[in-house]
């Protein structure tokens, strides 16, 4: 995060401990470090929490199109269904017509 060498860490520690005084700096810098262990913590979590929200919205994203192509899929399907049932009826009828005289008895049923 910080980029901080180890000469400007001795400079603050030396501050510190003038500061302080040497009686209290180990409390001092063992309270200071475990505050900075939660905030390191804490912002660990937030970063963890915004990969996942942006994960489920991807998700989210994904399965509508998902649906969306599946219900395109499903469209285009019946109508191909629709157009071969249409072709399969004209068939029949074509076939039905040509098979089954549409008059009066064939004149081949008259002389029998």
Not at 29 to 57: C, F, P, W
Not at 59 to 64: A, E, F, G, N, S
Request: no cysteine.
């Amino acid at each position: 995060m910080f980029d901080v060498a180890f000469s400007e860490l001795l400079v603050i520690g030396v501050v510190a401990l003038v500061v302080i005084g040497p009686e209290r700096l180990p409390k001092v810098a063992r309270t200071a470090g475990h505050l900075l262990g939660r905030m390191q913590r804490y912002v660990n979590d937030v970063k963890s929490d915004i990969s996942r929200e942006m994960k489920l919205e991807e998700l989210k994203k994904l399965r509508t199109e998902v649906q969306d192509s599946a219900r395109s899929l499903e469209q285009s399907v019946s109508s191909e269904m629709k157009a071969l049932e249409q072709s399969v009826d004209q068939t029949a009828q074509s076939v039905a017509q040509e098979v089954l005289p549409t008059g009066p008895a064939s004149p081949e049923k008259k002389h029998e």
